[in-house]
């Protein structure tokens, strides 16, 4: 490697050999090198790996006793890459056992390791590493093929590498941001297995950054600008609202799984808790059920104020639980909260992180009654989509139970209920009750304890006859994909030249289609009696 015009750069273990090595270089005799070059050994070079070992003490001032050296070693944790354990990790206990008698660190994690899409070790070689910075700030497929040109990589791979990333990322990299980032490679991080790195998940939790914001916004709407929050948390009552309670509950059991999976370093059983928490439990459900509460002048002042409670403490607990994982969107919507008295804490990064008995909410008996009620809420959901119905109000639901203390919670709870399935009317029955007709009626059945029944009303909100064309498209859709598949797996050497993977993949591929096929044709039927009815 040339220095400057008059220095050359050698090497080899020994003097003799870097001499040997010189003399090829310039095309000389070994004899003419000892007299027409001058070798001079660099005095600032060490062992990569030797220099690492020394990394936990010589950096706060060792050999000399410093008072870093007092403070910071040893220290508690090392977080490194398990294919440097014998390379880095090992050296630095033998060389501070041997120089300091003690060792460098407690305890060591090892996360796994960053792969490509397909798999395979990020390598310049290979020219498929991806810098962390493009998925941040975002980059063009043009911009990441340019980075190649201007790299080491030999040109015969340029061309190769090329349409790796044409292949891999045909629209570039969107802008994802930093705390998605963290966020996605959290959550990657099952023991043992290293991370394909997947750049759409990536953007689903720049998604996920978006739907904090927006929760938060509501919440600020609907707490208003002179809201005060009390002094201290206050533990939920009987008389609360039993969806404040059970939203507490729900914030209570994600401060537990979170702290236990920091604690044990199972951080995609953090990340799973957080990202349920936000996305369902507070903005599906209990954000969604306060919209009424909050828009009805007959709400009484006091379950306004505890539900403008219990909101606040779900924003800030929630906020200050994620902040190590996503520290600039927690900061900058934390920042938006109005404080509890006497707390000047002037950043979530230094505010004290919720810990389990700071909230000891648990009420797993509500919490399973909810759960039942979102068992309902799913499945008329899921048959509004099935026939295009998407307009609220315009339903009737009847939920039938033989369980009495079940039947009493979603007795308390219809409101919410109807709020949820979109429904104008919930009528919660005994199971002993007949059935209502199965003409104007579509059946739930959701578990052994509950069964439910919707009864539709798409006047206005549809036209049969346009929804009985558009519905036989995606049946003959369906249809035409299913027979050229059928032919794909039923020739003679299909058994023998397809691989397992693709026979499995186009078994479950098979198995989708013909459940979409029969509930396209249920859609079907439904709309012809409704445009028979409309017609007569």
């Not at 003419?32 to 220099?51: G, H, I, N, P």
């Not at 990299?173 to 930093?178: F, K």
């Not at 039947?407 to 709020?419: G, P």
């Not at 036209?463 to 036989?472: C, Q, R, S």
Request: hydrophobic share 40%; charged share 25%; glycine share 6%.
């Amino acid at each position: 490697h040339q220095r400057t015009s008059e220095d050359h750069w050698v090497s080899g273990r020994t003097e003799a050999a870097a001499l040997e090595k010189a003399a090829a270089q310039f095309g000389l005799s070994l004899e003419e090198a000892k007299t027409r070059l001058k070798l001079e050994q660099d005095e600032d070079v060490l062992d990569t790996w030797f220099s690492a070992a020394l990394f936990p003490f010589a950096t706060l001032g060792w050999p000399k006793q410093t008072r870093d050296l007092e403070l910071f070693f040893p220290t508690q944790l090392l977080e490194t890459g398990y294919d440097i354990l014998f390379f880095w990790v090992a050296r630095m206990v033998f060389f501070a056992q041997e120089l300091t008698g003690q060792l460098p660190f407690k305890e060591v994690f090892l996360h796994t390791i960053v792969r490509d899409a397909h798999g395979r070790k990020m390598s310049k070689s290979l020219g498929n590493v991806v810098d962390p910075l493009d998925v941040v700030t975002g980059i063009s497929l043009q911009a990441l093929q340019e980075q190649l040109e201007n790299s080491n990589l030999d040109p015969r791979e340029v061309e190769k590498a090329k349409k790796g990333l044409a292949q891999d990322y045909p629209n570039g990299i969107p802008e994802c941001g930093t705390d998605a980032l963290r966020f996605g490679l959290l959550s990657y991080m099952q023991s043992g297995r290293d991370i394909n790195l997947d750049v759409l998940r990536i953007q689903g939790y720049r998604f996920f950054c978006n739907k904090l914001w927006n929760a938060t916004k509501f919440a600020l709407k609907y707490l208003g600008n002179d809201y005060k929050p009390l002094p201290k948390m206050m533990a939920p009552q009987p008389s609360d609202p039993e969806m404040s309670r059970w939203i507490l509950s729900r914030l209570a059991a994600t401060v537990s799984a979170v702290n236990a999976g920091l604690a044990s370093y199972e951080f995609p059983a953090v990340t799973t808790a957080l990202h349920g928490f936000w996305l369902y439990d507070l903005c599906d459900v209990y954000l969604e059920s306060l919209k009424p509460v909050f828009a009805s002048a007959e709400t009484s002042p006091e379950v306004l104020s505890q539900c403008q409670e219990t909101l606040y403490t779900c924003l800030d607990v929630g906020l200050r639980l994620l902040s190590p994982i996503m520290p600039f969107v927690t900061e900058e919507l934390w920042q938006r909260l109005q404080r509890r008295q006497g707390d000047e804490t002037p950043s979530i990064c230094v505010a004290s992180y919720p810990e389990t008995d700071t909230v000891p909410w648990r009420d797993e008996g509500l919490e399973s009654d909810v759960t039942q009620l979102n068992g309902v809420v799913k499945a008329v959901r899921s048959k509004r989509a099935d026939y295009g119905i998407v307009q609220k109000g315009n339903a009737t639901l009847m939920v039938r139970t033989d369980d009495p203390m079940l039947k009493t919670r979603f007795q308390s709870l219809s409101s919410t209920l109807a709020t949820l399935s979109y429904s104008s009317e919930v009528q919660v029955v005994p199971h002993e009750q007949e059935p209502p007709s199965p003409k104007e009626w579509f059946h739930l059945p959701i578990n052994d304890k509950i069964d439910a029944f919707l009864k539709l009303d798409i006047k206005g909100s549809a036209d049969p006859a346009l929804e009985v064309t558009k519905n036989m498209k995606t049946v003959d859709r369906l249809q035409a994909s299913l027979s050229k598949l059928a032919t794909v797996m039923g020739a003679g050497d299909y058994e023998v030249k397809v691989p397992e993977a693709v026979r499995e993949a186009n078994a479950l591929k098979k198995q989708q289609m013909e459940v979409e096929l029969r509930k396209v044709m249920e859609a079907v039927e439904f709309w012809k009696l409704q445009d028979q009815g409309t017609t007569s």
